[in-house]
C-alpha cells in the first residue's frame, strides 16, 4: 500500500516554471528525509534536492542550485519541487524517492513525472 505518486510533470519553453508535487501514502511523510532524482534518457540518475523530514535540513545538486527549491507539506503528506528558470538540460523523468529508516538507502521510489523543456 506505501505508494509514492508524482504529478506536475509537462512541456515547458526554456526559462518557464513548474512546479512537482509527490503524493505520499501508507506512510507518515514527517517521519523520512526525501529526495528528488531526476534520469534523461542514457544518462545515469541524477540527484536534484533533498529534505530532511524537519525541513531544516535542504540541498541541491550543483546543475540546479538557485533555480530549484524543495518543500514539504506533512499536513498533506506531500513533497513538492518547485522548478524556475528551466533549461533544455533539465529534460529528465523526474522520481520522489523516501530515504529508508537508517538513511543507508532510499527505499521507495515513484514511477516518475516527465518534464521536457524546449522550444
Known amino acids: 500500500q506505501l505508494q509514492l505518486v508524482e504529478s506536475g510533470g509537462g512541456s515547458v519553453l526554456p526559462g518557464g516554471s513548474l512546479r512537482l508535487s509527490c503524493a505520499a501514502s501508507g506512510f507518515t511523510l514527517d517521519d523520512y528525509a526525501m529526495s528528488w532524482f531526476r534520469q534523461a534518457p542514457g544518462k545515469e540518475r541524477e540527484g536534484v534536492s533533498c529534505?530532511?523530514?524537519?525541513?531544516?535540513?535542504?540541498n541541491y545538486g550543483d546543475s540546479v542550485n538557485g533555480r530549484f527549491t524543495i518543500s514539504r507539506d506533512n499536513a498533506k503528506n506531500t513533497l513538492y519541487l518547485q522548478m524556475n528558470s528551466l533549461k533544455p538540460e533539465d529534460t529528465a523523468l523526474y522520481y520522489c524517492a523516501r530515504l529508508g529508516g537508517q538513511a543507508v538507502n532510499f527505499d521507495y521510489w515513484g514511477q516518475g513525472t516527465q518534464v521536457t523543456v524546449s522550444s
Open positions: 529534505i530532511s523530514s524537519s525541513g531544516q535540513r535542504i
